[in-house]
């Protein structure tokens, strides 16, 4: 059974840096990409980031471009999302979802509904 948890959020002043970690089981193969979501209150689900856990390619959302980096470690187990230059509007709970059978990312990262698994959120607040 796959299974991710979502850790790592908190309170930080605009400007600061966050670290977000996912923590990944029960792949068996490395044909999967972990993405990060975000989910502001009253706000719909956004995409953020995703790697594809064979290769590391990425693809970020045009609001954290520059400022967010994701990667992973431990042979895919865990997938990080560094926040960096927060801004309060990056508040919001963040989520990190599993999408199987996957080989290449495209240039654009895939919708919450094609994902196939997802962690609990972790919040994250930037307070100005």
């Known amino acids: 059974e796959v299974q991710l948890q979502a850790s790592g959020g908190g309170l930080v002043q605009a400007g600061g840096s966050l670290r977000l970690s996912c923590a990944v089981s029960?792949?068996?193969?490395?044909?999967?990409?972990i993405g990060w979501f975000r989910q502001a209150p009253g706000k719909e689900r956004e995409r953020v980031s995703w790697?594809?856990?064979?290769?590391?390619?990425?693809v970020y959302a045009d609001s954290v471009k520059g400022r967010f980096t994701i990667s992973s470690a431990d042979a895919g187990n865990t997938v990080y999302l560094q926040m960096n230059n927060l801004k309060p509007e990056d508040t919001a709970i963040y989520y990190c979802a599993a999408y199987w059978y996957i080989t290449s990312l495209g240039p654009t990262m895939a919708p919450a509904g094609r994902f196939d698994a997802w962690g609990r959120g972790t919040l994250v607040t930037v307070s100005s």
């Open positions: 029960g792949f068996t193969s490395d044909d999967y990409a």
């Open positions: 790697i594809l856990i064979r290769d590391g390619s990425t």
